[in-house]
């Protein structure tokens, strides 16, 4: 059985969703944060669009070492920027999984911070760590636009702002 054919219908069904979320972030409020611990809606959004690149990541390298790759986000000034940003990160993806092979997917794949390894895992298995950071991250922007009153879509139904309610 075919691991890449699940894989692609769930990156699509995801992305719509994700894209949807994105398009409802007014640049005005990138610089809101509900906690002087949590990120910006700017740094949320981004790590959001910037996700679907992480299954390049997984099919194309052996692992991520934070220490030897210190993270920087890709600067984005506007919701247009993101979107496109988003949409470019989804097209790599995308293209970087229709193209590897079942024997790719089962190759373990390490993210570490140095010498600690933080997860082992399969290639297969990264890429959905990485649907699910997406749906997670997802519900956190979720959250930061309903505190800032901004209609949310649905994201598996219709949500209260789409249902009336």
Known sequence: MSTIKP???ELEQEALTTRRMLERIPTAYFTWQPH????TVKQLAT?????PGWVTMAVTTDGLDFAANPYKQ??????NELLDYFDRSLVDGR????TTT????EENWTLRNGAQVLQVATK??????TYCQIVHHRAQLGVFLRLLDIPIPGSYGPSADEHGN
């Open 7 to 9: 894989l692609l219908k």
């Open 36 to 39: 002087k611990k949590s990120m």
């Open 47 to 51: 790590h959001i669009a910037e996700l």
């Open 74 to 79: 890709e600067e984005v000034h506007n919701t």
């Open 95 to 98: 293209q970087h999984l229709e």
């Open 102 to 105: 079942e024997d790719i997917l």
């Open 124 to 129: 297969a298995e990264i890429i959905r760590m």
